[in-house]
């Protein structure tokens, strides 16, 4: 069960964006996350007419490691470090370390 996943609200820890919050859009292999609106970077792009895409300078979300971001805490208006948990029932459910609140309902 991984700890962060696509749709969370994560806090950026550091780099030139740290503080920043924004939505996981996408994960990228086990270590690197994409977030709306965090570390952008600007790419030179060819245009492709079977593609419809035209060329030029276009900004796009580039991913971060995991272990730069934390999952946002509404509680405690922080981001917060998270760890999995398994139910008597035997689910596993993702908590917050620093008050036990569930994640995932």
Known sequence: MRKIRKGDQVV???????????????????????????????????????????????????PIHVSNVSVFNPATQKGERVSIKTLDDGRKVRVFRTNGEMLDA
């Open 12 to 62: 950026i820890r550091s780099g030139k964006d740290r503080g920043k919050r924004g939505a996981v859009l996408r994960l990228v292999g086990d270590d690197l996350v994409v977030v709306e609106g965090a570390n952008r970077a600007r790419k030179h792009e060819k245009p492709n007419p079977m593609k419809g895409t035209t060329g030029g300078i276009v900004e796009k979300e580039m």
